[in-house]
């Protein structure tokens, strides 16, 4: 099992996704007659924060013509968890159609979990680092979701609630006046996400018929069955082109085909059950 190559690229979306919640951020500069006089775009990157104070402690000289500009953003990926509150059965599968061949795979359950990010805000102005963060905490309620396209090749999309745990500041400022300032607002996210194992051909292809079974007593060991449902697909174009759509159409349906049903009842009276396994009556 382990050791089968696959990569939805799940972790890589979810950072992209997070990311692309703060990418549109606008700190403005106005007069004291509400005349906006600058707009700046708060530019965002991936890395820790400590990496960009370091950059500003290794530019403390104000007057030189090249510093790092502030204010800015970083956001980097902190922790993977798995999150037992949002388990599902181990065995259980799903099925879906592949994209770009046609064919059916059958898919286990995703497995959930917990992605911790964080996300630091740095500021030479108090008013800045406000302006930004009322921009962002309105929307987190505690949670925002954004909708990610996991597996593209099965188009399988999901909400990703993005929940906001924790906000703090730091107000880093040390030395004299020609010492550059920080102001640094932190804040911790957990991204809920799924991820996948390997998707595998279906072998049994299509459904092809169903059977249900109905009881009228809830008494799961003395009730008997009453009734029969039974439906099966059939086609609504000529597969085989022999001029007429039959049942030997009906054997050449592929998923994500068109198709109708055929239903029947039957009403049953003498005491015996289907038994899935031998496909028969006992």
């Given at each position: 099992?382990?050791?089968?190559?696959?990569?939805?690229?799940?972790?890589?979306?979810?950072?992209?996704?997070?990311?692309?919640?703060?990418?549109?951020?606008?700190?403005?500069?106005?007069?004291?007659?509400?005349?906006?006089?600058?707009?700046?775009?708060?530019?965002?990157?991936?890395?820790?924060?400590?990496?960009?104070?370091?950059?500003?402690?290794?530019q403390?000289?104000?007057?030189?013509?090249?510093?790092?500009?502030?204010?800015?953003m970083?956001?980097?990926?902190?922790?993977?968890?798995?999150?037992?509150?949002?388990?599902?059965?181990?065995?259980?599968t799903?099925?879906?159609?592949?994209?770009?061949?046609?064919?059916?795979?059958?898919?286990?359950?995703?497995?959930?979990?917990?992605?911790?990010?964080?996300?630091?805000?740095?500021?030479?102005?108090?008013?800045?680092?406000?302006?930004?963060?009322?921009?962002?905490?309105?929307f987190?309620?505690?949670?925002?979701?954004?909708?990610?396209?996991?597996?593209?090749?099965i188009?399988?999309?999901?909400?990703?609630?993005?929940t906001?745990?924790?906000?703090?500041?730091?107000?880093?400022?040390?030395?004299?006046?020609?010492?550059?300032?920080?102001?640094?607002?932190?804040?911790?996210f957990?991204?809920?996400?799924?991820?996948?194992?390997?998707?595998?051909?279906?072998?049994?292809?299509?459904?092809?018929?169903?059977?249900?079974?109905?009881?009228?007593?809830?008494?799961?060991?003395?009730?008997?069955?009453?009734?029969?449902?039974?439906?099966?697909?059939?086609?609504?174009?000529?597969?085989?082109?022999?001029?007429?759509?039959?049942?030997?159409?009906?054997?050449?349906?592929?998923?994500?085909?068109?198709?109708?049903?055929?239903?029947?009842?039957?009403f049953?009276?003498?005491?015996?059950?289907?038994?899935?396994?031998?496909?028969?009556?006992?």
């Amino acid at each position: 099992m382990l050791g089968t190559y696959f990569y939805h690229e799940v972790i890589r979306k979810t950072i992209i996704g997070f990311g692309t919640l703060f990418n549109n951020m606008e700190v403005r500069h106005q007069t004291s007659d509400g005349t906006t006089v600058d707009i700046k775009r708060v530019p965002l990157a991936y890395g820790p924060a400590a990496k960009f104070i370091a950059r500003l402690e290794q530019q403390p000289d104000l007057n030189k013509m090249v510093a790092i500009t502030l204010p800015r953003m970083s956001f980097e990926m902190t922790s993977i968890a798995y999150d037992s509150t949002r388990k599902s059965g181990i065995t259980q599968t799903f099925k879906a159609v592949d994209n770009t061949t046609n064919k059916l795979k059958k898919v286990f359950m995703p497995v959930p979990y917990n992605i911790g990010f964080e996300l630091s805000l740095l500021t030479k102005i108090n008013d800045d680092a406000l302006q930004v963060v009322e921009q962002i905490l309105p929307f987190f309620q505690p949670s925002f979701s954004i909708t990610i396209n996991l597996i593209d090749s099965i188009g399988e999309k999901r909400d990703v609630p993005i929940t906001l745990t924790n906000v703090t500041f730091q107000d880093d400022y040390e030395g004299d006046f020609s010492t550059r300032r920080a102001l640094i607002y932190t804040f911790q996210f957990v991204a809920k996400t799924y991820l996948y194992g390997p998707i595998a051909e279906n072998p049994e292809g299509l459904i092809k018929k169903v059977i249900v079974d109905q009881y009228a007593s809830v008494d799961t060991v003395n009730a008997r069955r009453e009734m029969r449902y039974t439906a099966t697909p059939t086609a609504t174009k000529d597969y085989n082109s022999d001029g007429v759509i039959d049942s030997n159409d009906n054997a050449l349906i592929v998923p994500g085909d068109d198709f109708g049903f055929s239903e029947t009842s039957e009403f049953f009276d003498d005491g015996r059950d289907r038994s899935p396994t031998k496909q028969s009556d006992i």
